[in-house]
T-cell receptor
């Protein structure tokens, strides 16, 4: 299974942008890059995903390097409610991985007021 | 739209006792997952169902864990007998199909004394 590497923790200030990095040097051509986050005492929730091109949604933006060996999740204006553990996950095709998510340690993001 | 429901939210038992967790997925979601999350780690898949059939139970400790999804809707996960190392949060997730995004429930926090 492909692996990702993320910093254990990051700090940000409220209302400032946050860039959460993820390295995935062994990514294969069929792997999608998914981001989930887990707020305290809750189950993980979907944030965003992409394959090759940068992606935007109402929660965040995903910037994918041209060689796809790294990606960055961008929160444009951090709020206190964004404090969570953020997981970067490589999701292979269903015929290969069956649909499951393989979580790493994630990055614990703290937001200071 | 109602989310994934789980009960109980918390359970404390003695080692060697039995325990069962219940999950009600989002209506219409054919795929159901049980994950185990030990404190400080990312969730790890225990079992995946497609309707009422098992797709992947390779990480399920079958000598003590069992799960079923008899009518392809609700699911139960049982541990018998429990060990100290089973202390964890048990997360249920569902998706429309194996390629779809996961929707997680709030989890059941199990403490084995």
């Amino acid at each position: 299974d492909a692996k990702t590497t993320q910093p254990n923790s990051m700090e940000s200030n409220e209302e400032e942008p946050v860039h959460l990095p993820c390295n995935h040097s062994t990514i294969s051509g069929t792997d999608y890059i998914h981001w989930y986050r887990q707020l305290p005492s809750q189950g993980p929730e979907y944030v965003i995903h992409g394959l090759t091109s940068n992606v935007n949604n109402r929660m965040a933006s995903l910037a994918i390097a041209e060689d796809r060996k790294s990606s960055t999740l961008i929160l444009h204006r951090a709020t206190l409610r964004d404090a969570a553990v953020y997981y970067c996950i490589l999701r292979g095709p269903v015929y290969n991985q069956g649909g499951k998510l393989i979580f790493g340690q994630g990055t614990e993001l703290s937001v200071k007021p | 739209e109602a989310g994934v429901a789980q009960s109980p939210r918390y359970k404390i038992i003695e080692k060697r006792q039995s325990v069962a967790f219940w999950c009600n997925p989002i209506s219409g979601h054919a795929t159901l997952y049980w994950y185990q999350q030990i404190l400080g780690q990312g969730p790890k898949l225990l079992i995946q169902f497609q309707n009422n059939g098992v797709v992947d139970d390779s990480q399920l400790p079958k000598d003590r864990f069992s799960a079923e999804r008899l009518k392809g809707v609700d699911s139960t996960l049982k541990i018998q007998p429990a060990k100290l190392e089973d202390s964890a949060v048990y997360l249920c997730a569902s998706s429309l199909d194996p390629a779809g995004g996961h929707f997680f429930g709030p989890g059941t926090r199990l403490t084995v004394l």
